[in-house]
């Protein structure tokens, strides 16, 4: 496989329940990253890894759990989510945090909390 | 704060050009993307400016004015697959990319 894969790609899950969210790279690169994106707004960052070690939390809700095994795979471990967490998560992985490196996305997972 | 303006939704006709604007304001400069977004499926790297001008790539160009803080996306010789999100995103001085909400690009024959 290529590119950057995201398993499920449709997941529905109640309230009380606990699914994770699996990102895989096939690039080489060191960063990867979880988005939250939702209808008609701009792109969440939600967490950013850099060489398995997290440099960004942008105030995401304790709800939301990643972790970051190594620098090809990475996790959002999702428990007791609310409704307004339905939204798209997109991973996307880059060579570096800086300078000019485009991001690679995933094809997302539709979460919708029911 | 942070922001990042472009228009919600624009129409052009197949064989036409457009132009998307994008204005921001963010703490630094770092360089601003342009990716492009199909219904359903992930954005894809369109273009990238660090610097004042213009960079061309086939049928888009991009282009920046840092004092200005602007940059518009230029499409040329439209085509039905154009139809899009276009997105722009600019790294601030921390590194992070902030986004816009996209312009949605409706391409009419």
């Known amino acids: 496989e290529t590119g950057v894969t995201q398993t499920p790609r449709h997941l529905v899950m109640g309230m009380t329940n606990k699914k994770s969210l699996k990102c895989e790279q096939h690039l080489g690169h060191n960063a990867m990253y979880w988005y939250k994106q939702s209808a008609k707004k701009p792109l969440e960052l939600m967490f950013v890894?850099?060489?398995?070690?997290?440099?960004e939390n942008n105030s995401v809700p304790s709800r939301f759990s990643p972790e970051c095994p190594n620098s090809s795979h990475l996790f959002l471990h999702l428990h007791t989510l609310q409704p307004e967490d339905s939204a798209l998560y997109l991973c996307a992985s880059s060579q570096d945090p800086s300078g000019g490196y485009e991001q690679y996305f995933g094809p997302g997972t539709r979460l919708t909390v029911t | 704060g942070q922001n990042i303006d472009q228009p919600t939704e624009m129409t052009a006709t197949e064989g036409a050009i457009v132009q998307i604007n994008c204005t921001y304001q963010t703490s630094g400069f770092n360089g601003l993307f342009w990716y492009q977004q199909h219904a359903g499926e992930a954005p894809t790297f369109l273009s990238y400016?660090?610097l004042d001008g213009l960079e061309e790539k086939g049928r888009f160009s991009s282009f920046l004015s840092r004092s200005k803080g602007y940059s518009y996306l230029l499409l040329k010789e439209l085509q039905m697959k154009d139809s899009a999100s276009y997105l722009c995103a600019v790294k601030d001085s921390n590194y992070q990319l902030i986004w816009g909400a996209g312009t949605k690009l409706i391409i009419k024959p």
């Open positions: 890894y850099n060489f398995k070690e997290q440099t």
């Open positions: 400016n660090v």
